[in-house]
């Protein structure tokens, strides 16, 4: 029942995909008189709603997780978490480089692991190698398709001019590592004796137009609210209701909203902060990546926490 209601969410997106691109080819005169900033403020209300609230029901797992480590003031999970963010974003001043490049790696795996896992529950050291790979097209697709644009926004992230000559001088090394995404797509359809194969292709053509149509924050906000936070928020809806999936909805809304608002609240706070400091378009890429990371690294470390102890 849920892997169709997956298959309908894939289908939906491909068309949504589609839908998109046609209308930015069609309209392209139209398109082109919205400014970056415009087009920025979209892209971050988008994943200030739909996307950070897929992550908002941590404060929820947690009850189960102080349950298994007998910790009975959930304060002390409240502090952990928001100390692990805060630390994120401390490091990152401190070493960009490295962490930015850590932030990749671990988002590639977390996109590979939970775009896949309703199809493929592999716990082998080849499978989590292949999440890795199978996620990091979302990296390396729109540095194939929008090189100099991507390097931008890693320049704006603060990227270390050194590993972006890099980059630059050994392009090679994107064709490769594309290819190798593609690789993991069909390693996991192998896996899953190509059942629901169309599934996996939609998965990978859609993201594939989508970072040869568009810019790549436009790209990465479609897939990261309508792909990946929808796929998400559907497998947590269904946990809060397995006989109906629409009520389930309806209380994760009700369960992820306070958190959603509080973390929106806080990337506003962060963004006139740094508006002093920066123009509003870098600080608008700022507030995205790295407000992403100092949240995806305790929401990736409850999910394991979890995993490892219901095991």
Known sequence: MIKKIYGKHTFYFALL???????????????????ELSILFVCLFLILSIGISHGALDNYKSNKLLTIYKIKNKAIFFAIYILISALVIFIWSLYTTFTLLAFLLVASYHFGLEDTSFLHKGNSFLDQVFYLIKGSLIIFAPLFFHFDETLKIFETLMLSKVFLTFIELEHWIINICLFLSFMGYLYFAYKNKFEDFEIIFLDMLSIIILNYIFSPIIAFTVYFCFL???????????????????????????????????????????????????????????????????????????EYLLEINEK
């Open 228 to 302: 990946h936070s929808i796929r998400h928020i559907i497998s947590l809806s269904n946990e809060l209701d397995k006989n109906n999936l629409s009520k389930g909805v309806k209380i994760f809304i009700m369960k992820a909203l306070p958190l959603t608002v509080v973390t929106a609240i806080l990337y506003l706070i962060a963004a006139f902060f740094l508006s002093k400091y920066y123009g509003l378009n870098d600080v608008i890429i700022k507030v995205i990546f790295i407000g992403l990371a100092s949240l995806t690294f305790p929401h990736i470390l409850l």
């Open 17 to 35: 995909t589609v839908g998109l691109s046609i209308v930015a080819l069609l309209g392209k005169n139209f398109f082109s008189v919205l400014n």
